[in-house]
């Protein structure tokens, strides 16, 4: 079974921190994904990454940053954390088939509230 | 601009039969996923379609029109734990998940 898992369920910080929040996959993935969910909202894609090292920028990738230095882990972070951060986090990592990525599998997701 | 429609939420009863619609406008087109998602938990893969037609897994069957940016999802003999969010995700040109905001399908007994 794929397993992505999600460095905290629940996360309380306060507005101006840094926060760090990470995934790992133990499938091998090459491609892994950060999104957020808002009520109302599909899901929105912050950042992605196809390889370790690299990084592609997503539809809101405004007010974060991300790492990948192994390949299993995709860590995302808020340099300064805000209220309008408040929501859900979803990390994501998928294989490729035939040269593209396929199937997601995702995190327990991270809800994080910024007070 | 890139658009996924599906309702925003449905009824259905215990034992009866649902079909949730999703029409897309996407810039190219590289397969249609329905992934189902229960509340406060992590979406789940359900189907991949990429060819016209009707794709049936169990209870679950997906169809797909390419030529109208149109899928469906049948659930046949529904059971409460079916209660869940069911989110549609196009894979445009570029191969990135185009996703609709879900639709809550709510099962009474």
């Known amino acids: 079974d794929v397993k992505v898992t999600q460095s905290s369920r629940y996360l309380v910080k306060r507005t101006g921190e840094k926060v760090f929040l990470e995934c790992v996959q133990d499938m091998d993935h090459e491609n892994m994904f950060w999104y957020r969910q808002d009520p109302g909202l599909g899901l929105r894609l912050i950042y992605f990454?196809?390889?370790?090292?690299?990084?592609e920028k997503g539809d809101i990738p405004e007010g974060y940053s991300v790492s990948r230095e192994k390949k299993e882990r995709f860590s995302l972070i808020l340099e300064s954390a805000s209220t309008n951060q408040t929501s859900m986090y979803l990390c994501?990592?998928?294989?490729?088939?035939?040269?593209?990525?396929?199937?997601?599998?995702f995190g327990p997701g991270t809800r994080l509230t910024v007070t | 601009g890139q658009n996924i429609d599906q309702p925003t939420e449905m009824t259905a009863t215990e034992g009866a039969i649902v079909q949730i619609n999703c029409t897309y406008q996407t810039s190219g087109f590289n397969g249609l996923f329905w992934y189902q998602q229960h509340a406060g938990e992590a979406p789940t893969f359900l189907s991949y379609?990429?060819l016209d037609g009707l794709e049936e897994k169990g209870r679950f069957s997906s169809f797909l029109s390419r030529s109208k940016g149109y899928s469906y999802l049948l659930l046949k003999e529904l059971q409460m734990k079916d209660s869940a969010s069911y989110l549609c995700a196009v894979t445009d040109s570029n191969y990135q998940l185009i996703w609709g905001a879900g639709t809550k399908l709510i099962i009474k007994p």
């Open positions: 379609n990429v």
């Open positions: 994501a990592s998928s294989p490729t088939s035939g040269g593209f990525p396929y199937e997601q599998y």
């Open positions: 990454s196809y390889d370790v090292k690299m990084k």
